[in-house]
Structures are given as C-alpha cells and as structure tokens.
C-alpha cells in the first residue's frame, strides 16, 4: 500500500489555496494542518480545506505527525522558517522568492545538507508540461544551439495591489531567472534597467528589462510589468520562448483563459494555477516519495538570486555586472 505523505502549511494566504487543493486532490498525501499569524484567518482557512490549526510556528514544524512543510509566509520568515523546519527534520518546499538575500540562502543550504532533508524552492514554470517539453527538446538537440531566451510579462496590478510587492525585479524577474537557468544555461552578464510609472502610492518600479548573456553564448531578454495588460494580437501577456538554429519551442499564458477576474489578473490565466499544482505533486511524488533530486534546488535559487542582485547593482550603476 502507498504510504501518506502528510503536509503542514506555514501561512494561509492566496497561494495556500492552490497548494491546498493539490494535496487534497493527490491519492497518498494529507493535508494535515495550518499555521497563520493571523488566528482568524488560520482558522476559516482550515475550515475551507478540512484540516485543523496549529496555536504555533514551532509546533507545527515540531509534530511528529508531519512529514514535509510548505512555508508559504512572507519572504523575510522563510529563512528561520526552512532552518527550523530542517532542524525539525521536515522535507520542505519554500515559496518564491526563496530568501531576502544570498546569505540568508546559504544559511538554508547548511541547515538542509546538515539534516539530511529535501528541500524544493517554488520554481513553478518548470513544472509545466510545455517547459518540460521544451528542456527535453533543448537536451536532445532538437531545437540545435540555443541563441536566444525570451520571457515577457505584462499585466496590470493596481498601486493598492503592487504596493504589497517589492517591485517588479524580484516578484517576477525571479520567476524569469529560474526559467532562464532551466532552458537556457548559467548566466555570466548583467544588463538591467527599471521604470516606476505612477510613484504616488507605490514607490518601487512597476517595470523592468534585463538583457543577459549565458556563459555558453546564448542571449536573453527578460521583461516585466504591472503598469500594463497587453491587449494587442499575439500579446506578450506571460510568454516564454526559446530559439536555437535547428528550431523553437513557446511556452503562454495564453493557451488557457477563463474569462473571469482571478486576484490581480484581468482573467484567470489557468496555466498559473496548474503550475502551482503541478509543483506540489512533485514535490510530494517525485522529490518526497521517490527520493529524486528536485528540477529546482536551493543550489538553483543562489544562482537566481544572483541574478535579481546583479539586475539591482546594475540598474544603480548604470552598468555590465558580471556574475562569480
């Protein structure tokens, strides 16, 4: 019989939804409590997902009846939150942006390699089945050399809205780092530059370009923004692509629309939340059961991380920032 993989949460924000609805939804795993700062919040949370409520941080990560922990928490508590957990001798999945800093994720590398668990950063494009297909067809020689990465994003977050963000550099351009290193190799060079249109309620930048060559040659362009939906033919909505001599392959959005307003979205880009699903399945299946090495590692969230940095440091200083 297949053993159950049971599951604390660490926060019930948004986000908690979809990871929830995943473990309820997948055969030998238990969802079996929450933990939210806000005890209210918590509560009808775990009402919504039938599992009950843990008085603390610590005794959730404590339990002896919980296998692996989502920390779904603010950014800034996922360093404690993972070396707690590691120390606790949980597996762990750890949402984006994994850590505030380098150093911070370092600290998290110790403390998983130190006890011997699992630990899966929420990289969750590429757990999606096109850009699965896409590393493989890049692996196989398919697409021939790889000259080019692409991955834009454009939609609309109100001020009220983005003013919860950082700014656009690290709660999206993180997302485009780690696609970037899965299809298109170790990045060596740093180009960025940022706008912020309309400061008066959110002072961080609502738009950002990066231009960043790999350290096999190939080039990559990376663009977000919450100043904007793109409405046009063809529109740069979310869509990643990567062009190689033999051949390309495309990865939107777009390919799955419910016409219905979804959070901060205009539309429910249905791909989102599958990706979401997907990356707790194999967590749970693939990294926990099976004991593989997850596509995404805290190795992988480091190099992001250097990434998001170099954009900042060359923003600032109006140059080329060159990675170790």
């Not at 919504?48 to 603390?56: A, D, E, Q, V």
């Not at 400061?199 to 904007?228: R, W, Y």
């Amino acid at each position: 019989m297949m053993n159950t993989i049971k599951i604390g949460l660490l926060g019930a924000g948004d986000i908690a939804n979809l990871h929830a609805e995943a473990i309820n939804n997948l055969p030998g795993a238990e969802l079996v409590g929450l933990w939210n700062r806000t005890t209210e919040k918590g509560e009808a949370k775990a009402k919504i997902f039938g599992c009950k409520t843990y008085k603390s941080a610590e005794a959730l990560l404590n339990a002896t009846e919980i296998d692996a922990v989502f920390i779904l928490t603010n950014m800034e508590t996922h360093c404690e939150y993972t070396v707690k957990a590691a120390q606790a001798g949980k597996h762990i999945l750890v949402e984006k942006p994994a850590a505030s800093n380098i150093d911070e994720l370092k600290q998290m590398q110790r403390a998983i390699h130190l006890a011997g668990v699992k630990c899966m950063p929420v990289h969750n494009y590429i757990y999606e089945d096109g850009i699965k297909r896409a590393k493989s067809m890049i692996q196989s020689g398919k697409l021939g050399a790889i000259t080019q990465f692409y991955m834009m994003y454009n939609i609309h977050h109100a001020d009220k809205i983005r003013a919860r963000y950082p700014g656009v550099i690290r709660q999206i351009l993180t997302h485009h780092s780690y696609t970037m290193l899965y299809l298109a190799g170790q990045p060596e060079t740093v180009s960025c530059m940022k706008l912020t249109v309309d400061d008066t309620l959110a002072p961080q930048e609502n738009v950002a370009m990066a231009n960043i060559q790999m350290k096999n040659g190939t080039l990559s362009h990376l663009c977000a923004s919450f100043a904007n939906d793109d409405h046009a033919g063809d529109p740069w909505t979310c869509i990643i692509k990567v062009i190689g001599t033999k051949g390309s392959a495309r990865y939107s959005y777009r390919d799955w629309v419910i016409n219905d307003r979804n959070g901060a979205h205009s539309q429910t880009y249905q791909c989102y939340p599958e990706s979401i699903k997907n990356t707790t399945t194999h967590f749970i299946n693939n990294v926990i059961r099976n004991n593989e090495v997850p596509l995404s590692t805290i190795e992988d969230a480091i190099t992001c991380q250097r990434v998001i940095e170099a954009c900042e440091l060359s923003e600032e200083k109006g140059i080329h920032v060159k990675l170790n």
